[in-house]
Structure formats: structure tokens, C-alpha cells
């Protein structure tokens, strides 16, 4: 009943806390303020009177009352507490009535509301920074979480350190279940540095569990939530501990060393021992405290040098190296980077990074002809030298990449730069270029626990100001606007997708403003901003196909190898080496390591194509995904000729992933998490594009090109579709059926169509290259596509492909199962978006461990619980069906068979049979094709006979004749007989008589030698049988008349025939010509229905008058 | 041969790249003896060599090779590229050519439904037609059925006569598409090399394209057409 009425006042605006009465309001904390009472679990997390059973936190009365009860004994103790204070009170006061709070209660806001400065309560203590390890271990419970067990130096920490002070003392330290399982699943990471940190980490633990000196701290209860998170389950654990023992908690997570910082300070929870937050920094334990308290800028923004040269990386772009004075030129950056930040870095020995692709950079400058740029790359140059003297410059070597030559563009090294590092390291980057600057931002990833400021260096120089500030508009005072960016800035569609993603993750402290805060909300909304501010503009929605001038134009000389052309700014651009060559056109190396020239062939070379790609490159479009064009190039007569773009490696899609060796050969440690994963990076890629109101047009395997699962390249960008410019290729597998069989350069793609074909991408991806109409017995893909048939649906009397493709199918997510079927069974279309998001939901499932991560999985998806084990009949081995599947086999008295003897029966049927058409096509029932085995076929050959199908050869081979005496009841008239049998019957003057009559006639012949002989014994079931005969075998026209032979007439008919025909040689003939017509009017009178009352009444009429006759004679 | 058969199966279904079935008929007559029939070994091995180097080639397409000389021999049945051995051929007897051709049908017939019951995308396959001299035996049925099929865009015939003795208009009797080429022996290397590209990139486009469909004609009617110039140099 309570706990009805609590869960009801949740919903309310105001409720009352149910131990301490504290009015509570929306939205309703998770614990109590006042007496920590846990809303969401309804328990009490104060444990002095009693540890709780697990039973009875089960009982929520229980609970209650214990909470209750734990309340009234805080209320004591306050109250112990202030008459020790205040002695001269000369009242003793009673012991407070419980419920009835003597103390005043703290407000919630009063709670909530803290200034933002002291997150908690600060004591003496704290301004010291250091660490005392001995004390610690001595005294201190040591928890340490997943994080700081991947750090680089933990190493140096834990074992070094830390374990020759635990034996010392004979301590130990506790992990937690989750950490652990954590760094199991890390370990398999395709990223080799996280896997190799994993089990680094795992080692560590190792030797302290071998010197016994690691202690598994399992859940208490378990805390709902992703299974690897330790956050929510040390918070929760302190909140019961700390007031037994002292905690330390080594984390590198500064939400939750702030969080379990202020669960030990407030008010609500009393009486706590010691909690102490450190962190790893450099080999070296560090409190916390300091740091939280401790600002990374100050009010205008600015960041404050001395917090960041410690322990940032600092990276630095050559626009910030040779920033000029917009006023008068003089440098601005080289005199920042002097005297500013390396002191700084000097004095903790940290080092400037500097991309190799910068310094090239500048090398390339000094060849420029400019003299200013001259000057500044010297000055620039000379500072480098300086910290290069003092041992502090690092030079980008972008060793991560393990293959491929060359630099690649310099946004993506920055990008991936801060990819790379940021969930191990505070960052900064120092770049004066906005498009940098958002991209950099873009590509942050929320929760690391780490810094990440992106900032630049002002006009008035001196000092590093974050960006983020500057894209919400903030305005030095000396700064002239300087225009970035061709174009009008215009309204920009937000990213829904984003931010869903950002709030899916945990709540991080943002260091803006010098704050600490939690919620994610404010994040969002400055991400928002900045976008909004993106200065490139979509392009615009033509409704009509350009009128294509697809003359070429004259060419007065292609460049080549060796060739030179010139870009837009008449910059010469040699072509160093051809890389490929395609119809189109021929892509070669260049002088600029990071771009690489189209060139195209002379024949294609059109006035359309020329305003397309002028079209194209008006947009400084920057996604890291998309290789798009950068500018186009001229011949030495200025005619255009090609383009540049920037160099993009990786493997090809369809040749690294569509296929299982390729797959396995290219990603070997990849489970459908990876694949997901490449998915959903692609399908963004695609969003983005869209966004922009570009589509791709011919999306198609080929055009992907991907390095690992987070980083794609889309290349052959010039067939885009842009505007009125058409995209004129397509792939039959990926047009709608709408669109097959159209000439693609005749219509503009919608967004439906470019829908369809990311669909079919996708499906491909998970499918490992099987494309989504492909069935068993299915046509050519045009066919299977307009016919719509799609085989995974079980309505169609399509069956999906042999192979493990179902089980794929049958072990999708259902989101992602309902969306293929409202694309490819209903003609549906679904929104990149939509997709995102339910496949982030599947991989979460199969973290869970909900559905299976299997990339080749071998059985169909089973609930647990509903499956039943059994053994294949052919192979012999376990397999788990469903039990629906296994009743409905044994009901039907079939054995199971798994699907690989299935298949492989199949393949047996298959490769034994040759299909044949018959060659004689004589009966009107004849098969056509039909698949014979081998052997008989090659019988035939030998024989010289053709093939003949059984409709035929039945045809050929035998007649229908009719039986000659009609005694048996199940004489069908008719048989099939061979022709060799009818023709020994000829030779012997012989009837043909049916099988069922020659029985009969035999078992009359029987009948009567027994009667003669008298030893006929009546029994009932023989006497019936008999006389069954005696009766059945006369009047065939009787009984199909009358339906049955017991009627009346017939005994009249039999009686007749008996005593009168049979004496007398007339009498016998007519029984004779009776038995050659009989049977022809009774299959008369069966077949025609119609002629059954008459034949009745003539039949009547006749037995009447032989009755009468019979009766006369008797009486004669 | 369970164990084929598995292989085969294995093959099949676990690689869903669309399938480029190609039947080549070679001409092992007596009249290949000697120098002819060793450059034919050396081109189909290059031949195979090449499909096996390029990744996208060597799991889609699927080769069968027939021979015709001492009777009609199936020297390879369709299967992955990795599993096939080629023996060396031995020239001798008469030419028995439509009898081979319609074993190279059946061939190809049995491939496709192979596929098409398991549920494999494929290409229209190819048929390559080579030989240096007339047929022996009778070919009426072999080029009905071979013209139908062509005309129905069911297959592609690529007709190739070795040397100077063979009978181009005979041989362009099987095809009404494409126009045999003459070749001399010393280039069946370099003709298989164009094979093999073109089967490269057929591997590379995907099933039911009406543009693959004519790729490996128009690139074989270039390859005609340019035979003096490209080929000989």
C-alpha cells in the first residue's frame, strides 16, 4: 500500500521525503538531502544500526522502518552534538519526538544551491595538495577504478609504489567486479592501443591478486545500468561504507570524484569517516581537491597559461605559429609561443606538439614569394628552434598510421589527433582556424573525464582565448572582423543526432566560466550555437535535370605525367605520378602531399561538367568523410581540365568487407560491434551530406573507402548530385523499383530514392555483402527487385538464401528488423536519423549481451528459457531450437535436422541431379524440366535413349483398359496396364481383368470349394464376407442406382438371377451379355447423377414384375 | 567427396559475392601439336594466375575449363579459384566442337542453377570459343542453342580462331553478337591477359547492370577493332 502511494506522489509536484518528512519537489533527487534516503530504490544508504539482509531489502516496510529509525538516531546525535557545543544551554532538552525533527531541516535548495566556487564543504585540510601514500595505505580503504588502471603510468603507480607499502602493511586494495569486466572486453578492442592498455591493466591486477594484495569488491545489490560503469556503483557503495571506514577512491573520473567528494561532506550524511579522491598524473598521486577547485579560465574566457602547461598536450597549427597583427603585420603568434607558453612549458618539462604536416608547411613557405610570409616563417621557424634546444618540441610523426605514404590533409591529422588522445589526456589546441576549430569541437567526445579546449590566440596576443567563446560571439576589443568564408551565412539545420548522442552520455564538468556544472543541457545548447554559426551553405533543391551540354570541349592539350596544371588561384600544381585510372578519367599524385588531380579524359571533358564542378568547390565543404572537391585545375591555356581533392586511403568496401575471407583477411578482430559501428559512421557521413542538401547518387560499395570503424572516406564525389546537376551512374542492386530502367541521367534523385539505396547499403554492411532481394530460386536482381519479394519476410513465399544469412537476419535488432521491412516490403522509407538511433540501440543490446555479437552467428535468435536441446538426425551433434519449433516438428512425426545437413543435403540433391526437359512431351501431364540424377542420365546416354518424363512414358508405355468382369466391389473400371502385358493376354485369348477382381473371383472360387466340400464353418465375419460377395458381385447397375445393395429390388434381382436365369441356357446368356453392359450403364448412372430416378424407376417397374412373376411361379 | 561437396557448399554461401561463371572450350586437336598447344598451357596458367592475384576476381569469378581433341574432356568444373589445379593439356585426336560447346552449356546451365537455388547473385556467364581448325562434328545443335541463349542475353559467346587455318565464319556462326578475332599463338598470352582484366572488372560492377551486361562485348569488340595496333605491339 505504501509503496503504491510513494510511487504516485513521485509523479506529483511536491511529495515528503517518507523518513524525514523534508518536502522534496520536482525534479526529485536521487537521495533525500536531509536523511539520505534513496528515492529510486527506496532505501536507506545510512547504515549505523544494521547491515540489512538481502531479505529484508526486499521489504520495503522493513526498510522503511530501519530508515526511520536511522533518522531519529541522527536527530540524537546532532543534537548530542550541539549541546556539546553549546554547554551553557541550562535546558536539557528531551530526546526529540520522532518525526517531529528538533533541529531544523535543511531546505532542498539550500542543498542544491551551493556557490558554485565551494562544491562542498572545504576544510584546512585541503589546500594541501600532497598525498601521503603511507598514511594512506595504513589507514585507508583503497578503491581504484577502471580508468586509473588504464593510465600510462600505472604501472609505475600501483607496482612500484603502491604494492611494496600493502605488504608492508598487509593491505590490500579492492577492485571492482565492473572494472575488471571492463578491461576483459577492452582487451579485444580493435584499437590496438586500448587493447594493449587493457591488458597492461589486467596484468597489473594480476600480480597484486598473486601477491594477495587485490580484493574483488562485488555489487552489494545490483545497481541498474551499463554493466561496465563503476560510477554509479562506488557512489552508492561509499554512501554505505563511509561512515565505518576511511575511503580513498583512485579515479581518474572527475564527475565522480566530485560527486563522492560532496556525498561525504554534506549534511545529510553524518558521521563519516575520511574520504579521500586522488588521481594519476604523470606517475604521481595527486588529490583531487586542488584540482576541482581550481579553474582552467577566467571570466572573459581566457585560459589561465599556468593550469594547462602542467600536464596538457598542447598542439599547435601554423596559423597560430605565424598569426599576424591585422593592424600592422607585426607578429603576434611568434612572440606568444617565445614568451608566454614555453617558460610555461619549460617549468614542468611538457612538451609543444607540433604536427610533422606543419612544419612542412612552413619549409614550403619560405619558398613562397612573399616577403612578409618569408619573414614570419623564419621568426616562426626560429621560436620552433628554441624549443626545440630546450628538448620541449614533440614533432607529430602521425606514427598511428601504419600504412599508406604521405601526409594526409592537415584537418584530419588534427582530428585525429584529438581521436586518438583525448580519453587518456587533457588537450588543448591552439589554431587560429574556424573551420578547424568547429571541426575539432564536432569531434569531442563527451565523458572522457579529461580537458579538451580548443582555443586561439587574440589580437592583443598574450594569451590563449577557448574558441567555444568566440563562436558564441564574443568580440576582443581590438579584433577587426575578418571574413572567413565565402558565402552568407546562413541558417543551418541543427543536428538532432548529436545531440541525442551527447545526452545519452554521462553528465561531464564543463570548465567553462570556471564553473563546475553537471547537467548536459547547457553543453548541448552551446553546441547548438556554434553550429548555427557554420558558415557553409547548403545547396539549393532543383526541381529539374540541367539541360546536359555533353559536347566536350575542345582540349587544347591534356596534361600528364610530369604535366603541370594550374588551380583557381593560378597556382602551378605538378602532376607527380599516375595512382589509377578510371573511365572517366586518370587521378594523379601532386606536388601538395595531402591533394591529389583528377585529370579527366579528353572525351569527357563537357561544359556541364565544368559548371558542376565550378559549382562544387564554391563550397568549402570540410567533412572528413567526403573527399570533395577543392578546387578546380586548368591547363597552361586555362582551359579546365580537372580537379584537386584531398588524398583519402583506406580499403575499398566492397573488396574489404563484402565477403567472409575478405572480412576476416582485413578485420580479423571485429564482432557485428565493429561492423555496427562502421554502419553508423558511413550512414553519419551520409546525413551530413544530405544536410547539405547533396546526394550521393550512385551509392555503391566501391565508392567507400574505410580504414577502421570510425573512419570512412567517400570518394568519386564529382558524381554527386548537386543541385540541377545530375548524378549520371547508378547501380541496379540500389535503384528503387520506381527507378529501374531509367536512364539515370535523366531525372533528378529524390530523397527517397537516395533513402532506398542507403538502405540497401546498409543492409549489405550487416549482411557482409548479400544484397536484401536475393533468394533461393530468385531471378536476376532487376527482377527480384521490382517484384518486391523480399525473402526475410515470412509472408512471401520467397526462402531467404542458403547459408547463415537468416540466422543474421533472425538475430537483428527488432528496430532494425521492422525498418528493412517498411523499405523493401512495403516500399517505405526510413530517415538516416531514424537508423542512427536504432543502431546505437543494437549495439547496446549486444553489449548487453541481449542479442548475439556473433558476426557469422549459427542459429536463429531464442528467448532465453525457450529452448530445448536435441540432436541433429543426420550429424548427430546438439543444437538449440525453440521449443514452438520442436512441438511442431514432432507433431508432424519429423525428425530435426540442423541447417547445415539441410544445405548440405540440398547441395547433395543438387549436384547428383541434371536438370532435363522431356523429349517426348506426349501426355498432357508432362513435367517439362526435371531434375534426374546423374546416373540415370548417363544410363540413357549409353543406351542412346533421350530422356522421357513418368506423364509420358505412362503415356507411351501403357493404356487405360477396361476390366473384363467388374465383380469386385473395388473394381475401378479402369486400369493402367503395360503393353507387353496386354499383348501376352492376346496371345492367350485372355480378358484383362483387374486386380481387384481377379481377388475377388479367386476368394468366390474359394468360397464355393468350401461350400461343396462342407466345410465351410460359419462365423459371422466370414458368412459376411461371403455373402458381401454373393450380394456385391451381382447387380453393378442396382447398386449404383440405389447407392446400396441391400436394398429390396436388388434380394428380387438376385433371387431371379439365381433361381430362374442360371437354369435355363438364355437365362445364362443374358448373365454373360449382362456382365458386358452392367458395368457400362452402372458408370453410366454414376456419372450422370441426373439419370438416377429414372434408372429407379425402370428398375422398379422390372422388380415388381418379376416379384409378381417369381410369386406366380411359386404358387404354379 | 562429402567433403567436395561441402567445400563446395561452404564456398557458396559464405561468400555472397555475385558470381562471374566462365565455360572456355579449348581446342586440343591434333593439329594444336607442338608449339600451339605449349603457349596454350603457358597463356591459361598466366590466365589463372591473374585472376587468383586480384582480390575481387578471385572471389567472384569461377572458371571451367572443356577440351575438345580425343574426345571432350572436362578438364575443370566450376568451383573456387583457390581449389583449382590446371593440368597440362595434351594435343591429339579429331574436333569433336559441338559436342563440347553443348557440354560447356550444360556446364553453364548446371552453374547457374546451381546458384540460383541457393540463392547467389551471378553474372550471364561467358563462353570462350577457341580453335585452330574446323569442327569434326556436328555442330547444328550446339549453335541453335548457343544463338538463342545469345540472343536472349543469356549468354555471351567470345569466338577466337587460332592461326590461319581455322574457319572464322564457322566459328561466328555460334555468336550473332560479336565477330570472331584471329589470333595467332603466340598471343594466346596476351589474349588471356585481356580475359582477365575483363573479368576483373566484370567482378567489380554488380549483377543484372545493363552496363556490365555489354561490358565484356564492347570491351572484346575494341579489343577486335584495335587487335593491329594494341594486341600486336
Redesign the interface.
Known amino acids: 500500500m505504501e509503496i503504491r502511494k510513494i510511487n504516485d506522489e513521485r509523479h506529483s509536484m511536491k511529495m515528503n521525503c517518507p523518513v524525514c518528512q523534508l518536502p522534496v519537489s520536482d525534479p526529485v533527487p536521487p537521495f533525500c538531502p536531509q536523511c539520505a534516503w534513496n528515492f529510486k530504490n527506496d532505501l536507506t544508504l545510512n547504515i549505523f544500526l544494521a547491515d540489512l539482509p538481502k531479505v529484508e531489502i526486499d521489504d520495503y516496510d522493513a526498510r522503511l522502518t530501519l530508515a526511520r529509525k536511522n533518522w531519529e538516531h541522527i536527530q540524537k546525535l546532532r543534537l548530542a552534538e550541539s549541546e556539546q557545543v553549546a554547554p551553557q544551554s541550562s535546558v536539557t532538552p528531551s530526546p526529540p519526538v520522532p518525526g517531529s525533527p528538533a533541529v531544523k531541516p535543511l531546505k532542498q535548495d539550500e542543498f542544491m544551491n551551493q556557490p558554485a566556487s565551494e562544491p562542498f564543504q572545504l576544510r584546512k585540510e585541503d589546500s594541501n595538495p600532497r598525498i601521503d601514500i603511507n598514511n594512506l595505505v595504513k589507514n585507508y580503504k583503497i578503491f581504484i577504478d577502471t580508468a586509473s588502471l588504464l593510465e600510462p603510468d600505472a604501472n609505475k603507480v600501483f607496482i612500484e609504489k603502491l604494492l611494496p607499502l600493502l605488504h608492508q602493511n598487509n593491505a590490500a586494495v579492492l577492485v571492482s567486479g565492473r572494472t575488471i569486466d571492463h578491461l576483459e572486453y577492452l582487451k579485444n578492442a580493435q584499437d590496438q592501443a586500448v587493447g594493449s592498455g587493457a591488458t597492461e591493466a589486467l596484468k597489473i591486477l594480476h600480480i597484486l591478486q598473486d601477491a594477495k594484495r587485490l580484493l574483488d569488491a562485488r555489487d552489494p545489490h545490483t545497481i541498474p545500468g551499463d554493466p561496465f560503469d563503476t560510477s554509479a556503483l562506488f557512489t552508492e557503495l561509499f554512501i554505505g561504507y563511509q561512515t565505518k571506514f576511511k575511503i580513498c577512491l583512485i579515479t581518474q573520473n572527475e564527475t565522480l570524484a566530485l560527486q563522492i567528494l560532496k556525498n561525504s561532506r554534506s549534511e545529510a550524511f553524518k558521521f563519516v569517516k575520511d574520504v579521500k579522491a586522488i588521481y594519476i598524473d604523470n606517475g604521481q598521486l595527486k588529490n583531487w581537491i586542488p584540482r576541482l577547485l581550481q579553474p582552467l579560465q577566467n571570466k572573459n574566457d581566457e585560459v589561465i597559461i599556468s593550469s594547462i602547461v602542467e600536464s596538457f598536450k598542447i598542439i599547435a597549427d601554423t596559423s597560430s605559429i605565424l598569426l599576424p597583427s591585422v593592424r600592422d603585420g607585426s607578429l603576434i603568434g611568434v612572440p606568444f609561443f617565445r614568451d608566454i607558453l614555453l617558460p610555461g612549458l619549460s617549468k614542468h618539462d611538457n612538451d609543444l606538439i607540433v604536427p610533422n604536416r606543419v612544419i612542412k608547411e612552413l619549409q614550403k613557405h619560405i619558398l613562397s614569394t612573399d616577403q612578409d610570409l618569408i619573414k614570419a616563417t623564419n621568426e616562426g621557424l626560429s621560436v620552433l628552434m628554441m624549443y626545440e634546444k630546450k628538448g620541449l618540441l614533440m614533432i607529430g610523426e602521425d606514427a598511428h598510421e601504419v600504412e599508406g605514404a604521405g601526409d594526409t590533409f592537415a584537418d584530419p591529422v588534427f582530428v585525429k589527433l584529438a581521436i586518438r588522445f583525448q580519453s587518456n589526456h587533457d588537450m588543448c589546441f591552439i589554431t587560429q582556424d574556424r573551420n578547424l576549430a568547429i571541426t575539432l569541437i564536432d569531434n569531442q567526445k563527451m565523458g572522457t573525464g579529461h580537458e579538451f579546449l580548443v582555443t586561439f590566440i587574440p589580437q592583443e596576443g598574450q594569451l590563449l582565448v577557448n574558441w567555444e567563446a568566440k563562436l558564441r560571439g564574443y568580440k576582443p576589443k581590438s579584433e577587426k572582423k575578418v571574413s572567413f568564408q565565402k558565402g552568407n551565412p546562413s541558417k543551418f539545420k541543427t543536428n538532432p543526432q548529436k545531440t541525442t548522442t551527447n545526452k545519452q552520455q554521462q553528465s561531464t564538468p564543463n570548465r567553462k566560466n570556471g564553473t563546475v556544472q553537471h547537467k548536459t543541457q547547457p553543453q548541448d545548447s552551446k553546441i547548438k550555437a556554434h553550429r548555427e554559426k557554420h558558415r557553409v551553405d547548403p545547396f539549393k533543391l532543383a526541381k529539374q535535370v540541367c539541360g546536359l551540354n555533353n559536347n566536350p570541349i575542345s582540349i587544347k592539350q591534356l596534361p600528364a605525367t610530369g604535366g603541370m596544371v594550374l588551380d583557381s588561384m593560378k597556382k602551378p600544381v605538378l602532376l607527380i605520378e599516375e595512382l589509377a585510372e578510371g573511365g572517366e578519367g586518370k587521378i594523379y599524385r601532386t606536388d601538395t602531399d595531402s591533394l591529389v588531380c583528377k585529370i579527366y579524359h579528353e572525351e569527357r571533358i563537357t561544359e556541364s561538367r565544368r559548371k558542376k564542378l565550378e559549382l562544387m568547390v564554391s563550397r568549402d565543404i570540410r567533412i572528413p568523410e567526403v573527399c570533395w572537391p577543392k578546387d578546380i585545375v586548368t591547363n597552361e591555356h586555362g582551359q579546365f581540365v580537372g580537379y584537386l581533392m584531398p588524398k583519402v586511403d583506406g580499403k575499398i568496401l ?2 574489404a568487407v ?5 572480412l576476416k583477411k582485413t578485420f580479423p578482430h571485429w564482432n557485428r560491434i565493429q561492423l555496427t559501428q562502421l554502419a553508423i559512421t558511413i550512414l553519419t557521413a551520409i546525413g551530413k551530406l544530405h544536410r547539405l542538401n547533396v546526394f550521393i547518387g550512385d551509392i ?1 560499395p ?1 565508392n567507400i573507402l574505410v580504414k577502421d570503424e570510425h573512419s570512412i572516406a567517400i570518394v568519386d564525389s564529382d558524381s554527386f548530385q548537386v543541385e540541377e546537376f545530375p548524378c549520371p551512374v547508378g ?4 535503384t528503387p523499383p520506381e527507378r529501374q530502367g531509367l536512364n539515370y541521367s535523366d531525372f533528378l534523385r529524390s530523397e527517397k530514392d537516395e533513402l532506398f539505396a542507403v538502405t540497401t547499403l546498409l543492409f549489405m554492411i550487416l ?5 536484401p532481394y ?10 527480384n527487385i521490382r517484384n518486391r519479394s523480399f ?1 526475410y519476410d515470412r509472408e512471401t513465399e520467397e ?7 537468416q540466422f543474421i537476419w533472425s538475430q537483428l535488432h527488432p528496430a532494425i528488423k521492422s525498418d528493412f521491412f517498411a523499405v523493401f516490403s512495403r516500399g517505405e522509407r526510413v530517415a538516416i536519423k531514424d537508423f542512427i538511433g536504432h543502431l546505437n540501440m543494437a549495439i547496446r543490446a549486444m553489449k548487453q549481451g541481449e542479442r548475439s555479437e556473433d558476426m ?1 552467428p549459427n542459429k536463429p535468435w531464442q528467448r532465453e528459457g525457450e529452448t530445448v536441446i536435441v540432436k541433429c538426425d543426420s550429424c548427430s551433434t546438439d543444437h538449440e531450437i525453440s521449443r514452438q519449433v520442436h512441438e511442431r516438428l514432432r507433431s508432424k512425426g519429423r525428425p530435426f535436422k540442423c541447417s547445415s545437413c539441410v ?2 543435403e ?3 540433391r ?2 547428383t541431379t ?2 532435363v526437359e522431356c523429349s517426348l512431351h506426349l501426355s498432357p501431364k508432362c513435367f517439362g524440366r526435371v531434375a534426374v540424377p546423374v546416373e540415370y542420365l548417363n544410363k540413357l546416354a549409353a543406351q542412346n535413349e533421350p530422356y522421357v518424363c513418368r506423364a509420358c512414358n505412362e503415356q507411351k508405355n501403357y493404356r487405360m483398359v477396361q476390366c473384363g468382369s467388374r465383380i469386385s466391389p473395388k473394381c475401378n473400371g479402369e486400369e493402367r496396364v503395360s503393353i507387353t502385358h496386354l499383348n501376352n493376354l492376346k496371345a492367350q485369348n485372355r480378358v484383362f481383368w483387374c486386380k481387384a477382381c481377379q481377388e475377388a473371383e479367386r476368394a468366390r472360387r474359394v468360397n464355393e470349394q468350401r461350400n461343396r466340400q462342407g466345410t465351410q464353418r460359419r462365423s459371422s465375419g466370414r458368412t459376411n464376407s461371403y455373402s458381401k460377395n454373393q450380394k456385391k458381385s451381382d447387380c453393378f447397375i442396382a447398386t449404383a442406382t440405389y447407392g446400396s445393395d441391400t436394398m429390396p429390388q436388388v434380394l428380387i434381382f438376385r433371387a431371379y438371377r439365381d433361381n430362374v436365369l442360371l437354369s435355363t441356357w438364355a437365362g445364362i446368356k443374358f448373365i454373360q451379355l449382362y456382365g458386358h453392359l452392367g458395368p457400362w450403364l452402372a458408370d453410366l448412372v454414376n456419372s450422370i447423377p441426373i439419370l438416377r430416378p429414372f434408372f429407379r424407376g425402370l428398375l422398379d417397374r422390372i422388380s415388381t414384375r418379376i416379384q409378381k412373376r417369381m410369386l406366380m411361379d411359386k404358387l404354379d | 567427396m562429402a567433403d567436395d561437396l561441402k567445400l563446395r557448399l561452404d564456398e557458396l554461401t559464405d561468400n555472397p559475392t555475385a558470381r562471374v561463371p566462365v565455360c572456355i572450350a579449348l581446342d586440343t586437336s591434333g593439329s594444336m601439336h607442338g608449339q600451339k598447344i605449349d603457349e596454350l598451357n603457358a597463356a591459361v596458367s598466366t590466365f589463372f594466375r591473374a585472376i587468383r592475384e586480384d582480390e575481387m576476381a578471385s572471389i567472384s569469378a569461377e572458371i571451367a575449363v572443356v577440351t575438345f581433341g580425343n574426345g571432350v574432356t572436362k578438364i575443370l568444373d566450376f568451383a573456387g579459384i583457390e581449389r583449382q589445379r590446371v593440368p597440362a593439356l595434351t594435343a591429339g585426336g579429331l574436333t569433336p566442337m559441338g559436342q563440347a560447346v553443348e557440354m560447356s552449356l550444360d556446364m553453364l546451365e548446371q552453374a547457374k542453377r546451381v546458384y540460383s537455388d541457393l540463392g547467389v547473385d551471378y553474372f550471364q556467364p561467358w563462353l570462350v570459343l577457341m580453335t585452330d581448325g574446323e569442327a569434326t562434328d556436328d555442330v547444328t545443335t550446339a549453335v541453335q542453342r548457343c544463338k538463342s541463349m545469345v540472343k536472349n542475353r543469356k549468354l555471351t559467346v567470345f569466338p577466337i580462331a587460332i592461326g590461319k587455318h581455322a574457319n572464322l565464319s564457322k566459328l561466328g556462326q555460334f555468336t550473332p553478337r560479336l565477330k570472331p578475332i584471329r589470333i595467332e599463338a603466340i598471343d594466346l598470352k596476351k589474349f588471356f591477359s585481356w580475359l582477365s582484366k575483363s573479368v576483373n572488372a566484370v567482378s567489380l560492377s554488380n549483377p543484372g547492370d545493363t552496363q556490365s551486361a555489354g561490358l565484356g562485348e564492347a570491351a572484346f569488340n575494341k579489343m577486335a577493332v584495335d587487335w593491329d595496333t594494341a594486341f600486336k605491339s
Open positions: 566492397k573488396t563484402f565477403a567472409k575471407p575478405l555503391n566501391q547501380t541496379e542492386t540500389f549482411f557482409i555483402g548479400k544484397a536475393s533468394s533461393q530460386g530468385g531471378g536476376e536482381a532487376a527482377e525473402a526462402r531467404p538464401p542458403v547459408g547463415a544469412w557469422f544445405a548440405l540440398k547441395m547433395r543438387l549436384e541434371r536438370e
